[in-house]
């Protein structure tokens, strides 16, 4: 037989004998049994102490703020999110006070700027929105509408607005562009603004003919690439060419 045989044969071997030996003393006898998991896992979790209450534990004293809360921005959240966990809270209520965060740094956690959060989900710049005073100056964090609805499209779409500074388009309304319900000011999600969709909205401006200042650049629709519409190019709020 040849030797290359005989070591994979052994190498097989040890193989097999590990996994019998992982099995027998590494693997936990519940494994499997309920699933991929341990088994004994959920009486493991079972015998913590409970440290949450749950929001509904909370409207029990706090009718105001849980009436409030449940119609409000807010409403989503469980009250330990903010306030921790309140199980001690509820079992002796004047030995143990949830905390009540009051300082700057805890609301940006969520509504500080992040490219990464979901389009319209409120954001602000903590260095100049209303630096240094606290945010329940001006929200009351049960129903944390602002106070004036903004009417500048950079208190939410800071990126864009800070990107579109440097361009050509500067001093373009962003309303020349888009469509914008009075909604998506309260209602960001419910109702989205319009975008163009064919180039030829483009070509408004910048198209042969056009109407616009003659210092704006013309390229001929027919012939400059008539397959692409023109974001496929060039990004609409910094439109230079690369």
Known sequence: MPQQV???????????????????????????????????????????PMVYAGREDCGVCHTEQAEKFSVARHQTLSCEVCHGAAAAHIESPSEHKPPAPRDRG????????????????????????????????CHDPHAPEPPNVPQDCSACHGE??????????????????HQVN??????????????????????????VGASSPAEIRRVD????????VCWQCHYSHYPEVQ
């Open 106 to 137: 805890y609301c940006p956690l969520c509504h500080g700027y992040n490219p990464s959060r979901p389009t319209g989900f409120p954001q602000i710049d903590s260095d100049t929105h209303n630096p240094g005073q606290p945010c329940i100056t």
């Open 221 to 228: 629709l027919d012939s400059h690439w008539p397959r692409y």
């Open 182 to 207: 009075e909604r998506h000011k309260v209602e960001p999600r419910a109702s989205l603004p319009t975008k163009p969709k064919a180039r030829e909205f483009c070509g408004g401006c910048h198209g």
């Open 6 to 48: 005989v070591r994979l044969g052994i190498v097989v071997l040890i193989l097999g004998a590990a996994l019998v030996t992982a099995r027998t003393y590494l693997i936990p006898e519940t494994f499997g049994r309920l699933g991929h998991y341990r088994a004994v896992a959920l009486d493991a979790n079972a015998s913590r």
């Open 160 to 177: 864009i607005a800070r990107t579109k500074a440097f361009s050509n388009h500067a001093s373009l309304e962003c309303t020349q562009c």
